[in-house]
């Protein structure tokens, strides 16, 4: 588990995953598989933004997509990213609770 290939994969990964907009259409997909009509407003990006983000997370294997007739439907590519973001945003919800602690005290 120490291949060197895996950290720059990883690095890529978290690279890719750094733009709020990408996370925001991803867990978006956590819900299930759309099309980039329903991506854009659920989540209030304009489409152009949300088919280019679309088009990145693709890329990096993260999507897949299926076409429906005319549609493209956009779905997660492997379920364990659902996991991995979900214990990132506790790790970090954690960690904001943690700071508003320090912050309350130093302020009283």
């Given at each position: 588990m120490d291949d060197p290939i895996i950290y720059e994969m990883q690095a890529?990964?978290?690279?890719?995953?750094?733009?709020?907009?990408?996370?925001?259409?991803?867990?978006?997909?956590?819900?299930?598989?759309?099309?980039?009509?329903?991506?854009?407003?659920?989540?209030?990006?304009?489409?152009?933004?949300?088919?280019?983000?679309?088009?990145?997370?693709?890329?990096?294997?993260?999507?897949?997509?299926?076409r429906r007739g005319q549609e493209i439907i956009y779905r997660v590519a492997n379920p364990k990213m659902v996991e991995v973001c979900n214990l990132m945003r506790e790790v970090l919800s954690e960690q904001l609770i943690e700071r508003s602690k320090i912050f309350s005290v130093s302020n009283n």
């Open positions: 890529e990964l978290c690279h890719c995953m750094s733009q709020p907009a990408r996370l925001q259409i991803l867990h978006l997909l956590f819900a299930g598989p759309t099309n980039v009509g329903d991506i854009a407003k659920q989540t209030g990006l304009g489409q152009t933004t949300v088919s280019r983000n679309l088009g990145i997370l693709r890329g990096k294997g993260i999507v897949l997509t299926e």
